[in-house]
């Protein structure tokens, strides 16, 4: 039974992750865009309905069906300022690759519930590099080490 028990815990702490829930810190985000986030579910077979734009995409973990209300996690988020299409292909390189452990894994452990979340913007409309820092600031997503501003990059690093 003890047996038992510990290898039922190993089993669901193999899919723990931390995250920071503080609406908060998301009510006093210095996001100054509004973001119209369009979405798709992360495969080859959808890198050609992703723009041809720059602007700001996530990783989200999530599940669609009948069972659970709408939720997920976000995971990452990035700039282009080439387009948001090559980075897309840049990432399913990186599904093989595996130069940045932390994305390598959120890559190939998620494939059937990992989402594409993308908004295209011009570099001349949103400082896109401001942006990835606040959004960052404000989520604290999981994958993502050195994106933030140095205040919440040293606070992050002392939690991990």
Known sequence: MVHDFVQKVDQ???DRR???VSPSRWNTSRVSVSLNWMSIQFSAANQASVPRAPG???FV???ENGHFPPHGFIMYVGITTRTLRKRYGEYLDEMRRGKRPRVYY???K???DLYFNYVSL???T???EQLELDLNDAILPPVVTKDFTAEIRDLVSALR
């Open 61 to 63: 973990v999530r599940r």
């Open 18 to 20: 931390d995250f920071y």
């Open 110 to 112: 998620y494939p059937d």
């Open 126 to 128: 949103a400082d896109l």
């Open 56 to 58: 700001v995409y996530s």
């Open 12 to 14: 669901i702490a193999v």
């Open 106 to 108: 959120m890559l190939n």
């Open 122 to 124: 011009q570099p001349e």
